[in-house]
């Protein structure tokens, strides 16, 4: 079996929140590259967008009225995704430190471990 085959075959048996801590771990491991390297603007970009891209698919899944969530809890995630996006702008744009995106994802994997 392929890689692309295997990781299509894992990714289908996974319940979401399995799903959504992976992706969490992917792009927090990105931004811990980035805090302890010496990183490339082209890796630090990756790494920031691929970030933001995770937030922004979570936003737009929590506004669409198809989701499950409790509506405040939704409103919170939406809120946390503008943030991303608007604190990812600072550490591209002026250098601003990564941690506290780093600090945001890493609470998000502590919900989605909680059971």
Same mark, same amino acid.
């Given at each position: 079996?392929?890689?692309?085959?295997?990781?299509?075959?894992?990714?289908?048996?996974?319940?979401?929140?399995?799903?959504?801590?992976?992706?969490?771990?992917?792009?927090?491991?990105?931004?811990?590259?980035?805090? &302890?390297?010496?990183?490339?603007?082209?890796?630090?970009?990756?790494? !920031? *967008?691929? +970030? #933001?891209?995770?937030?922004?698919? $979570?936003?737009?899944?929590?506004?669409?009225?198809?989701?499950?969530?409790?509506?405040?809890?939704?409103?919170?995630?939406?809120?946390?995704?503008?943030?991303?996006?608007?604190?990812?702008? &600072?550490?591209?744009?002026?250098?601003?430190?990564?941690?506290?995106? !780093? *600090?945001? +994802? #890493?609470?998000?994997?502590?919900? $989605?471990?909680?059971?």
């Amino acid at each position: 079996m392929s890689i692309k085959a295997y990781q299509r075959a894992a990714t289908q048996a996974e319940h979401p929140r399995e799903l959504e801590y992976r992706a969490f771990g992917q792009a927090t491991a990105g931004l811990v590259r980035l805090k &302890e390297g010496a990183p490339t603007v082209d890796e630090k970009v990756q790494a !920031i *967008d691929l +970030n #933001r891209r995770l937030w922004n698919m $979570l936003s737009a899944d929590c506004a669409s009225p198809e989701n499950r969530l409790p509506l405040a809890l939704r409103g919170q995630i939406i809120s946390l995704a503008l943030w991303v996006a608007r604190y990812s702008s &600072e550490v591209l744009r002026d250098g601003a430190d990564v941690e506290p995106l !780093i *600090d945001i +994802n #890493r609470t998000m994997m502590e919900g $989605l471990a909680v059971r």
